[in-house]
């Protein structure tokens, strides 16, 4: 069926996500779980959703406990005492968008193989029905958000930073400038009333959504600027010069504390990450699902990926923004982060993309794999698309999921480097779509 993309499923609202859709969630998930915690963000579709959804999971026989309106961190923290958690969201997505994302006890998503047990369920509608007497009863959990802030707070030190949040509208507003002001900050706070029409800035805390977080940040003088996704899983940064903080600078600042040994990065990580973090690099699929069970699997100290998700182990398998926020706010504590990001290297990087009929798609992805596979390169990975690696740079190819076309960037140390490498490929790719 492959409702499931990278990190949960996801669709328009009463188009491709429909209340019929998050029943029969609710139904698959039920059918092999007593218990269950829900939450949704701050969507105005949250609530019709998360009725839908909690009516199937009783039907099947599972108790529902309702933790309102919280991170999707939040409620991956208090699956811990159930069988499992649902959280009612859409993330970075435009409003018209709902969605569920599923988690397990030790704060893992749902994996390659839950997920499908979920889909072959939903597909066979052979879900567990409870009798008259015994469907699943409903109650409230609304110790959630405190019970998230003490875990985050007792792994964390002091801090008299001035730090200005972007909660993006979203129920990170309950959540982050808390944590803060406990940990010692001054906190400004902007976008934290919850709203689901995003009416401060979109839900993506991509470098354009965040002028006005960077202009706080100078005009305030603060410290460093937080900013959040709509469900919070997500954190980049501002330094205290107003600097957009993101992607892979932050992962690196990450990886280099937190890495002891052993580094998870996907395959769209900067080799500047390989040249900055003293630590084994392993690489996976881009998604937060993959990095969180690359990081069990291969018992890595910390795991993370350019999108703003990152992953502390030591307290989470899922990627908590607020945990992230206050580990931040502690780097920065020791060292301005305009400072500590001058010894970051950055390599020119170009992107390309090129569309294709889609009558053919069987036809491009075929040749795409024969003419990638035909290139000369020091390693080629093809966990997600096509990561050909050279001496001096490396280069990516991945055909979108979602529409006919093929994504495909280079980096290297230098930029004609870069534009030799994305040549080569460019021509490949090219040829595949004929």
Not at 89 to 94: C, D, G, K, M, Q
Not at 243 to 263: I, N, P, S, T, W
Not at 324 to 332: F, G, N, T
Request: net charge positive; charged share 25%; glycine share 8%.
């Amino acid at each position: 069926m492959g409702l499931f993309g990278s990190s949960g499923i996801r669709g328009v609202v009463n188009q491709d996500f429909t209340p019929e859709l998050a029943t029969l969630i609710g139904l698959a998930v039920g059918s092999t779980s007593k218990c269950a915690v829900i939450g949704t963000d701050s969507r105005t579709t949250g609530q019709m959703v998360e009725a839908a959804a909690s009516s199937g999971l009783m039907a099947a026989g599972c108790d529902v406990f309702h933790a309102g309106m919280v991170t999707t961190p939040t409620l991956a923290c208090a699956a811990r005492s159930m069988n499992c958690g649902v959280m009612i969201t859409a993330s970075h997505n435009p409003p018209e968008y709902a969605g569920v994302k599923l988690w397990n006890p030790d704060g893992t998503g749902f994996g390659v193989e839950q997920s499908k047990a979920v889909e072959d369920l939903i597909a066979s509608r052979r879900f567990r029905l409870a009798t008259w007497e015994t469907v699943g009863k409903s109650h409230v959990f609304p110790e959630a958000a405190e019970t998230h802030a003490l875990r985050i707070l007792q792994g964390v030190g002091r801090s008299k930073l001035k730090v200005v949040v972007d909660c993006a509208n979203g129920p990170a507003s309950t959540i982050t400038p808390i944590v803060l002001q406990r940990m010692g900050c001054k906190v400004i706070t902007l976008n934290s009333n919850m709203d689901g029409h995003f009416p401060g800035r979109p839900p993506e805390p991509v470098e354009e959504n965040l002028t006005d977080l960077a202009r706080a940040v100078v005009s305030m003088k603060a410290d460093l600027g937080i900013a959040h996704d709509g469900d919070a899983d997500r954190m980049v940064a501002v330094d205290d010069k107003g600097k957009f903080l993101g992607g892979d600078q932050l992962l690196a600042l990450f990886a280099e504390r937190y890495g002891k040994k052993k580094v998870v990065v996907t395959v769209d990580a900067s080799m500047a990450i390989d040249d900055f973090v003293d630590a084994r690099i392993v690489r996976t699929r881009v998604g937060d699902v993959f990095v969180s069970e690359a990081v069990k699997k291969s018992k890595a100290q910390f795991g993370g990926e350019p999108s703003g998700t990152w992953i502390f182990p030591d307290q989470t398998y899922c990627p908590d923004g607020i945990l992230a926020a206050a580990r931040l706010v502690e780097l920065a504590s020791k060292k301005k982060l305009s400072e500590q990001r001058k010894k970051i290297p950055i390599y020119p990087i170009i992107r390309e993309a090129l569309r294709f009929d889609p009558k053919f798609k069987a036809v491009v992805l075929k040749r795409l794999d024969e003419e990638m596979r035909s290139i000369a390169c020091d390693e080629l990975l093809t966990l997600d698309g096509f990561r050909l690696q050279f001496e001096d740079g490396w280069a990516l190819v991945r055909p979108s999921g979602t529409e006919p076309k093929i994504r495909y960037l280079a980096e290297a140390r230098t930029e004609r480097r870069a534009k030799d490498i994305l040549g080569t490929i460019s021509k490949a790719v090219r040829r595949c779509a004929r």
